[in-house]
T-cell receptor, first 111, second 113 residues
Framework: QKEVEQNSGPLSVPEGAIASLNCTYS??????FFWYRQYSGKSPELIMS????GDKEDGRFTAQLNKASQYVSLLIRDSQPSDSATYLC???????????FGRGTSLIVHP | DAGVTQSPTHLIKTRGQQVTLRCSPK?????VSWYQQALGQGPQFIFQ???????QRGNFPDRFSGHQFPNYSSELNVNALLLGDSALYLC????????????FGAGTRLSVL
């Protein structure tokens, strides 16, 4: 069974700090990796996708992928209270391209 | 550009009843997926429809069924409701060839009493 593991948190960081969110996955054949943000009571929205080893930066967000170690991470620089949300890691593998989601990590950015 | 729309937003049913949830995909999208999200959990994949056929199915019983219409909209039907079916039901649309990127609707909150 394909598994995506995340620490449920909450992860609490002060405003302006770097928040680091981690995710591990079980299927070594996984191909595509995504980070979704879900505000309380809302639906998930895609914030980052990454497909190859290394770093991918988009504004204050950086996704990091290490396929050999089977982990993917999301860094949020200069964290803002508006970044407080649950961050879901999703991974696709095989030919189905259906993302398997982790349970999410709750991030709290306090002023 | 209309995003993914779902109806109804909230629904209360009793055990044993049947329910139908509806979804219209984002403009230009041809694929609809349905997810169940329990409180504190990530979305769990129910099934995906493409070209009016069930393309892939997750680990859900046959009480969960669906349909996709020629205009790409979709329905999720759940029969013989159980208390454990209480959850947020999310519809997501995507494009063939880019199925990993899902655009979610606001969801339908189903409560089974």
């Amino acid at each position: 069974q394909k598994e995506v593991e995340q620490n449920s948190g909450p992860l609490s960081v002060p405003e302006g700090a770097i928040a680091s969110l981690n995710c591990t996955y079980s299927d070594r054949g996984s191909q595509s990796f995504f980070w979704y943000r879900q505000y309380s009571g809302k639906s998930p929205e895609l914030i980052m996708s990454i497909y190859s080893n290394g770093d991918k930066e988009d504004g204050r967000f950086t996704a990091q992928l290490n396929k050999a170690s089977q982990y993917v991470s999301l860094l949020i620089r200069d964290s803002q209270p508006s970044d407080s949300a649950t961050y879901l890691c999703a991974v696709t593998s095989g030919g189905s391209y259906i993302p398997t989601f982790g349970r999410g990590t709750s991030l709290i950015v306090h002023p | 550009d209309a995003g993914v729309t779902q109806s109804p937003t909230h629904l209360i049913k009793t055990r044993g009843q049947q329910v139908t949830l509806r979804c219209s995909p984002k403009s230009g999208h041809d694929t609809v997926s349905w997810y169940q999200q329990a409180l504190g959990q990530g979305p769990q994949f129910i099934f995906q429809y493409y070209e009016e056929e069930e393309r892939q199915r997750g680990n859900f019983p046959d009480r969960f069924s669906g349909h996709q219409f020629p205009n790409y909209s979709s329905e999720l039907n759940v029969n013989a409701l159980l208390l454990g079916d209480s959850a947020l039901y999310l519809c997501a649309s995507s494009l063939k060839g880019d199925w990993g990127i899902q655009y979610f609707g606001a969801g339908t909150r189903l409560s089974v009493l």
